[in-house]
């Protein structure tokens, strides 16, 4: 009996002790941070807008919950971070000195205006005046010089960066970023609001090249590089510093991210106070914009296109559809790298070993009229997607269907190639022998993680054995698993499938598809489609978009012909928003634009 | 007593080192490292960056060399920085997870108990009663619905339609502190919790239900009841303890699961706790994260079967250590 009562007791002193464990590590991790003050109370501006009689202008006020559903990793800084999570709170909080517009042009940002020299190798761009930091502090050339200065230094890859793309071509890179000169070149501070980046050669891109966000100087001017990613104005809520219109005010690790707005915006007082990022399971995402605890559901997923209908049936929330920068393929193994080049991790198209079927063109062109496109996207996608013929972004100045062949679906025409091609059934058993008369057996390779494309592929191989072509379905691998096979490609692989997102900055496709770009898994070789890309990024020539233009459709029906690879489809994203949400504008590369023009209506 | 269970503890570190190799062999022999997942997210990054960095990170070298280099800072309570998680070290990146997960799942373990217990007594008490048939039910329900399902369920109807209890996350909103905070923290634990807790509660309470029937047949229970010893005597002091040895065993197990957290449940009510992060981990090759979950993880177990087999004494004179 005794005993009893005293396991009874043991068992509600630990039940106390939990509860004060809980209380105190929270009175610990989480000081409530200081309301700053002068934000609360609205003055007379607020007055202003709520007295204009119900012509629903833009309020003043008001706090907007977004949901994305996966946490982001942590790291809140322009420089380091590296996932569509953290971009979702980076958009609110940095900015660049040009951005783009919805016809994927450069506009101003914080600079207001620019001038480029004859030859393209040097852009001087005067800032916006009176743009301060989060904390108070004047925004300056000098932080330009410093952000560009940092992606350029020893040790910012080792420390874990990679956005080096924006500074490899500045004059003088090479030297001061391999520690040779303490003498950075590349950006120069004219004075206080005029800085001028100076380009080793003639630069095509070189708006892109400017348009990186800029991080403050009197934070990380004195932190190593390598203590950057760790410093708490990278991790910390409150101590992330950036000119955009709202700060990075408060976080609940791995659930809520809080945005404040910064009232002193150099591009007009936001109208919200604040933004609330909350993180929400998938699958409990739609009741909860349908109870109204979250406001919108953007980037980077959207709304699930086979939920399109359930949210377009709320009465309060609107949708917003339209293209993402990115596509799905199955590609062709054309080429295997040997064992050596393998080992050794060289891409010399000169050592390449051709993949017998798979480098006959014939056999791909016939697979690509064997697929019927236009029923996954119906079906798979219900139709919130789009078949594209050439591997550049449809947004772009750049993409041209015309020079493309469309590869409608048309089995009778995939029959008739393959015959052409001399793979016929030659033993009645259904499916096609090789030229030799040996059995034929395509293996199709897919990796875990995306469902669509998961999925796509048992649909694809009946198109294939339709045509009479033997596929070999292999069990999905785990996407790290995936990749490292799909890299060291010393195997027997001839179909694989896999997706890119491409950036919104430049249309130039020569990182996926030049013969050694690392990236050109299918192991493409073609001479021509190498000089294509070459010379659409050929200066002089290449400062005219029109000629850039001819270059890429020109580029585009060669691929289209010798095909390495099949462009399945390319998916829609889905925004849906509460009614309560206006000013809303998304840009093609993202929802998150000008939020200090959005506003609630209560 | 004490020096069994000082003998158990040296037992441990053999134990942990074999665990070490183990894990940190399997989890770098897998194809594919910590880079090779995150080089597909952005083709505009050269693929060269991530060859520095992994030569920075010193993926490239010899499985022992990178195992030496672990275990020598590992002993020494480094366990290094995560390869995903940019510049976070593990140690951080664990902490708060830690918490959540211990949280979460004593609050189970606790409903688990308080439930389980006391009606699979009563329910071999007065077996093939309306409560036992009852119970019985909800035993089978509890074991055979789906833990996503009925964490869904439980947020669609509790959650989403009646608004009794918060959906998703551990607080409403960052900032609170003190009694609010508590209270805020455990109105966000219950759906979680009673998930979580389901299945164990059904286990626990047949098991109990099972024990209390076999040992109130058993012959020292006749004699007890013949010498005239009260019904409450008999089942506290003679019934119970031998009834409780199997559960305890149970429990012991039970202390390093609830740790490891519960990936799906967390998932469901993104609850950030240790499984889905140890999950995501493996994923991604994170090893540093994946060594110091596994090391935790089976500490925790090692523990709990120590306290296991000491309670045993405790409820079972008969069972001695020396």
Known sequence: ?602 | MYKYIIRRVLVFIPMLFALTVIVFGLALLAPGDALTGQSLADPNVDPEVYEQQREALGLNDPIPVQYFRWISAAVQGDFGNSMVFNGRSVAELIEARFANTLYLGLFSLAITIIVAIPIGIYSARHPYSLLDYGATGFGFFGLSIPNFFFGLMAIYFLSIKLGWFPAQGTMSTPGLTGWEAFFNRLHHMFLPGITLGLAGTATYMRYMRSEVLDVLGSDYIRTARAKGMSERNVLYKHTLRNALIPIITLMGFEIGVLLSGAVITEQVFQYPGLGTLFLSSVTNRDYPVVMAIAMILGVLILIGNLLADIFYSIVDPRIRYD
Not at chain 1, 70 to 78: E, K, Q, R, S
Not at chain 1, 350 to 356: A, F, I
Not at chain 1, 508 to 529: C, E, H, I, T
Request: glycine letters at 8%.
């Open chain 1, 1 to 602: 009996m005794f005993k009893r009562v005293k396991l009874g007791i043991t068992l509600l002193i630990l039940l106390f002790l939990l509860g004060i464990l809980m209380a105190a590590c929270n009175s610990e991790t989480t000081d409530p941070e200081p309301e700053e003050p002068e934000e609360t109370e609205e003055p007379a501006e607020t007055d202003e807008s709520e007295e204009e009689p119900a012509d629903e202008g833009p309020q003043m006020g008001g706090t907007l919950t977004g949901a994305m559903d996966t946490a982001p990793a942590g790291v809140f800084n322009p420089i380091f971070y590296q996932e569509a999570y953290e971009a979702n709170i980076l958009d609110f909080t940095h900015e660049g000195l040009v951005s783009q517009n919805e016809e994927l042009g450069f506009e101003p940002n914080l600079a207001k205006e620019w001038t480029i020299n004859e030859d393209q190798t040097e852009i001087t761009l005067k800032l916006e005046e009176g743009v301060t930091w989060h904390d108070g502090e004047p925004f300056t050339a000098e932080d330009v010089v410093f952000t560009y200065k940092a992606i350029s230094s020893p040790g910012y890859v080792e420390a874990g960066g990679i956005r080096t793309d924006y500074a490899v071509r500045l004059l003088g890179y090479e030297a001061f970023n391999s520690g040779e000169t303490d003498e950075f070149e590349g950006v120069v501070a004219e004075d206080d609001l005029t800085v001028t980046f100076k380009f080793a050669e003639p630069n095509v891109t070189i708006l892109k090249d400017v348009s990186f966000s800029i991080i403050p100087e009197h934070i990380f001017g004195d932190v190593p590089i390598a203590e950057i990613p760790s410093h708490p104005a990278t991790l910390n809520a409150g101590e992330v510093i950036g000119t955009g219109p709202f700060q990075f005010t408060e976080m609940l690790e791995r659930e809520q991210y809080v945005l404040t707005k910064h009232a002193d915006y150099w591009n007009g007082e936001p109208y919200l106070d604040q933004i609330v990022w909350r993180v929400v399971d998938q699958s409990v995402m739609l009741g909860l914009l349908e109870n109204g605890e979250i406001d919108f559901i953007a980037d980077p997923n959207g709304v699930p296109a086979a939920d399109f209908e359930t949210v377009e049936a709320l009465d309060h929330v609107k949708i917003i559809e339209q293209t993402d920068f990115g596509y799905q393929l199955m590609g062709f193994k054309m080429n295997h790298r040997t064992d050596a080049d393998v080992e050794s991790g060289a891409l010399n198209p000169d050592n390449w070993v051709p993949n017998e079927d798979m480098s006959v063109q014939l056999i791909r062109q016939a697979m690509a009229y064997a697929i019927d496109r236009q029923a996954i996207v119906d079906n798979l996608l219900y139709g919130h997607g789009s078949v594209i013929n050439a591997p550049v972004a449809q947004q772009f100045w750049a993409y041209d269907e015309s020079a493309t062949t469309a590869y409608e679906y048309d089995p009778e025409k995939a029959n008739a190639l393959l015959d052409e091609a001399g793979y016929v059934d030659t033993n009645d058993d259904g499916f096609r022998e090789t030229p030799d008369g040996e059995e034929w057996i395509v293996n199709l390779n897919y990796p875990t993680g995306n469902k669509l494309r998961e999925a796509s592929a048992p649909i694809l191989a009946q198109f294939l054995e339709a045509v009479g072509i033997k596929i070999d379905l292999r069990q999905p691998k785990e996407m790290t698993a995936y990749v490292e096979e799909l890299t060291n490609d010393n195997t027997d692989w001839d179909l694989y499938l896999i997706g890119w997102s491409l950036g919104s900055g430049d249309p130039d496709p020569s990182g996926l598809w030049k013969s050694d770009a690392a990236y050109n898994f299918g192991r493409w070789n073609n001479p021509d489609s190498d000089q294509l890309m070459l010379d659409a990024m050929k200066a002089p020539e290449a400062f005219e978009q029109s000629y850039r233009e001819e270059k890429y459709s020109e580029w585009q029906g060669l691929f289209s012909e010798d095909l390495p690879a099949v462009l399945l489809y390319a998916q829609n994203k889905i925004y849906g928003f509460n009614e309560r949400l206006n000013g809303v504008n998304p840009m093609p590369y993202s929802f998150n634009n000008d939020p200090h023009l959005w506003w609630v209506s209560e």
